[in-house]
C-alpha cells in the first residue's frame, strides 16, 4: 500500500472538515494520553517505580505489569500504584479537555483502546464511548469463571496508602466472589479478558453510530493510533472511508500520520503533537 508524502497542513483545513461534518468520530490511541503527559517511562516513571526499579531493574511502566513478582502483595503493590497515577489521577495537560470542547456540539462517538478513563473524566458522555480493551478501574475474575467487572477504586486507594516495603496487607489482596481466585485488572491481555454487559452495550451503540453515518456526512479523527493494534481503529476507519464517498479523515500523529492515497483526497495528516493541534483550534 501507498501513502502520502509526510507534509505540514494548516489548522484552517481542520477547522473546515469539522465545520462541514454532521458528525464526528474519534479514534484515540496511546498517543492521545502520552500527548496529555500520561508517561510511562523517563522521569515519570521513576518518580513512582524507582524501588521497583532499584529491585528488579524495571525502566517503564507498562513491561513491569507484566514482570513475575514474588508474591501477590508485592503484584498488587505495584499495579495499585501503576492504577492510582494513570487512572484515578488527572493528566498533567487537558488536553482530553479541549477535545471535548472542540465536539461537545456535534453528534460524536468515541472509540478507544486507552484503559486510563480520560474521555469520561474529562466531560464525554459514557454513552458515545466504547473502550474496547477495558479499564484499569476494573477487577475481573483472573480465570474467569463469570462474565462481570467490578469497580476497585476504594480497593486501589486502600492499596496505596496500606502499602510497606512493597507489598499490601494480604487482606487487601482481591479475590473473585463467584471462586475465591484472585482477582486481576480488567485488560485485553490475553483470551481471559471478559467483555461483560457493559462492553456488549457500547459496541452495539457503536455499530449503531457507524449505521447512522454510513452515507452521511461523519469527520473520523484518528488521535494517536499506533500499529500495535490497527484492526481496531486504524483500519476499520479506512475502510470505512472507502466505503463512505461523503466522510472525510484526519491522522493526527507525532511522526506516525499517514494517509493510504486511496482515500487522500479526502484526508488530511498532522505529523504534530496533538497538544499542540488542539489548542491551536
Known sequence: ??????????KNKLMTMLGNADAVLIGAGAGLSTSAGFTYSGKRFFKYFADFHAKYGITDMYSGGFHPFESLEEYWAYWSRYIMINRYTDPPKPVYNTLFDIVKTTDYFVITTNVDHCFQKSGFEKTRLFYTQGDYGLFQ??????????????????????????RVPSELIPRCPKCGKPMTVSLRCDDT????????????????FLGNYANEKILLMELGVGNNTPAIIKYPFWRFMRLNSRASYVCINYGGAVVPRKIENRSLR???DICNVLQGL
Open 270 to 272: 498532522i505529523s504534530d
Open 1 to 10: 500500500m501507498k501513502f502520502t508524502q509526510d507534509c505540514s497542513m494548516p
Open 141 to 166: 475474575c483472573s480465570v474467569p469463571c463469570h462474565n462481570a467487572t467490578y469497580d476497585n477504586e476504594d480497593t486501589i486507594r486502600r492499596m496505596v496508602t496500606e502499602q510497606k516495603d512493597m
Open 193 to 208: 479478558f471478559v467483555q461483560d454487559d457493559g462492553w456488549e452495550k457500547a459496541r452495539n451503540r457503536y455499530e449503531r
